[in-house]
Nanobody
Framework: QVQLVESGGGLVQAGGSLRLSCAAS????????MAWFRQGPGKEREFVVA????????NYAVSVKGRFTISRDNAKNTVSLQMNSLEPEDTAVYYC???????????????????WGQGTQVTVSS
């Protein structure tokens, strides 16, 4: 089992940047796909980006591709999300998620991920 704690959220103006981090407990972090999802006000939770166990495979939502970058450090049990050129539409609670696997893939479906953090609020003002 793994516990996930997000940090780095906050208030930023449109066009600005934020870096989110997700710290995972346990000694088998490299056995997990990791992903970020978000849920905006009045919206369904949606996929943002995922990264495979090794970090080689990534998948991005179309809405964030070219603006957001995911990375992971398996030695430090962390996954990060660098968010640039933020837009008001990016306002949401951002959740880190994990799925233990033997495959080096980066699934997009929320149903795959069995472990979730509590979320961190990102607010982008216009």
């Amino acid at each position: 089992q793994v516990q996930l704690v997000e940090s780095g959220g906050g208030l930023v103006q449109a066009g600005g940047s934020l870096r989110l981090s997700c710290a995972a407990s346990g000694r088998t972090f490299s056995s997990y796909h990791m992903a970020w999802f978000r849920q905006g006000p009045g919206k369904e939770r949606e996929f943002v980006v995922a990264i495979s166990r090794s970090g080689v495979v990534t998948n991005y939502a179309v809405s964030v591709k070219g603006r957001f970058t995911i990375s992971r450090d398996n030695a430090k049990n962390t996954v990060s999300l660098q968010m640039n050129s933020l837009e008001p539409e990016d306002t949401a609670v951002y959740y880190c998620a994990a799925h233990r696997t033997t495959f080096d893939i980066a699934p997009l479906s929320a149903g795959v991920y069995e472990y979730w953090g509590q979320g961190t609020q990102v607010t982008v003002s216009s």
